[in-house]
T-cell receptor, first 114, second 113 residues
Framework: GDSVTQTEGLVTLTKGLPVMLNCTYQ??????LFWYVQHLNEAPKLLLK?????KRTEHQGFYATLHKSSSSFHLQKSSVQLSDSALYFC?????????????FGAGTQLIVIP | EAAVTQSPRNKVTVTGGNVTLSCRQT?????MYWYRQDTGHGLRLIHY???????QIGDVPDGYKATRTTQEDFFLLLELASPSQTSLYFC????????????FGHGTKLSVL
């Protein structure tokens, strides 16, 4: 079945450094991938999404490119800020079933230190 | 902005207790979902629904029932609560298309003593 893997549980970085959060997926159908961000004591909210192969999508300084050849949708930012500290989820929309469920990865906690 | 409202925001019950978590969306969405969030496990799908009266089993359904009474309202029922069900519960709604995002409620923190 469909699944999403995020390999890092915790990433700690100094402000101003670049970051890449890994996301790989498994599906037999054409994928639709999402990144959600959850700040402390808040609900998850959409950061960015894509279904177009090899096209970079950007939002709020973050960017990701869907690579169907490697089943990846890594999240990147060139210079992290303290406000980027949050929990980041990669998610895959199931196009195989009739009922469009979303499969979430386990999440990566990003901590940015001064 | 689409709205999903959960109640209560916090709930404490005892083992064996009966708990109902409520969710209402005013987005006119067909899909509604119940997730639980636990450290190290991310968001795990309990039950979901496509319209009033429809129910689908998610990935971690054991110990939970759900009812979708109207397009707007989706309830999660714990009839014999156990400490393992202590968690943060999120309700979400979405439209029908693959590219549509989930709109989440603010969550219900449930503690089972």
């Amino acid at each position: 079945g469909d699944s999403v893997t995020q390999t890092e549980g915790l990433v700690t970085l100094t402000k101003g450094l670049p970051v890449m959060l890994n996301c790989t997926y498994q599906t037999t159908y054409s994928p639709f991938l999402f990144w959600y961000v959850q700040h402390l004591n808040e609900a998850p909210k959409l950061l960015l999404k894509s279904s177009t192969d090899n096209k970079r999508t950007e939002h709020q300084g973050f960017y990701a490119t869907l690579h169907k050849s490697s089943s990846s949708f890594h999240l990147q930012k060139s210079s992290v800020q303290l406000s980027d500290s949050a929990l980041y989820f990669c998610a895959l929309r199931d196009r195989g079933s009739a009922l469009g469920r979303l499969h979430f990865g386990a999440g990566t906690q990003l901590i940015v230190i001064p | 902005e689409a709205a999903v409202t959960q109640s209560p925001r916090n709930k404490v019950t005892v083992t064996g207790g009966n708990v109902t978590l409520s969710c209402r969306q005013t987005n006119s969405h067909n899909y509604m979902y119940w997730y639980r969030q636990d450290t190290g496990h991310g968001l795990r799908l309990i039950h979901y629904s496509y319209g009033a009266g429809n129910l689908q089993i998610g990935d971690v359904p054991d110990g939970y029932k759900a009812t979708r009474t109207t397009q707007e309202d989706f309830f999660l029922l714990l009839e014999l609560a156990s400490p393992s069900q202590t968690s943060l519960y999120f309700c979400a709604s979405s439209g029908d298309n693959s590219n549509e995002r989930l709109f989440f409620g603010h969550g219900t923190k449930l503690s089972v003593l």
